[in-house]
């Protein structure tokens, strides 16, 4: 998958991709699937904040995931990383800036609220 179509889009995968412990996650699941728990364990990162994390990385394609029952009958949200390339230049940018969304100001009180709120949680 081709990242960021529109200038709306990029700022959102810039902005899932600019905190460490989504990083992390991301770099965990490049070796292979895991479910919330696991990676939760892994990383040393509380569930609930896992989850939120998963969930901002699924928004933008960078992870997916997929229910699976596990063999006693539990319900799991299994994650891997989705392919994707992000290729930034000038010329990139250029041409995306004309789709940017006209409403600037909404856009990052709610950008600077989600990292607000995620920052405390962390």
Do not use: C
């Not at 992870?63 to 992000?86: I, Q, Y």
């Not at 789709?99 to 856009?107: E, P």
């Amino acid at each position: 998958m081709e990242v960021a179509p529109t200038g709306d889009a990029l700022l959102g995968v810039l902005s899932a991709l600019a905190n460490p412990q989504r990083l992390r996650i991301l770099a965990a699941l490049s070796e292979e699937r895991k479910y919330v728990s696991l990676l939760s364990r892994e990383l040393g990162i509380s569930r609930p904040l896992t989850h939120l994390h998963l969930k901002r990385l699924e928004a933008f394609g960078l992870v997916a995931g997929s229910l699976e029952l596990s063999d006693d009958g539990k319900a799991k949200k299994w994650f891997r990383a989705a392919p994707f390339a992000l290729k930034l230049t000038p010329e990139a940018i250029a041409e995306l800036v004309p789709t940017l969304s006209d409403d600037r100001s909404a856009g990052s009180a709610a950008e600077r609220e989600n990292d607000g709120s995620e920052r405390n949680k962390t």
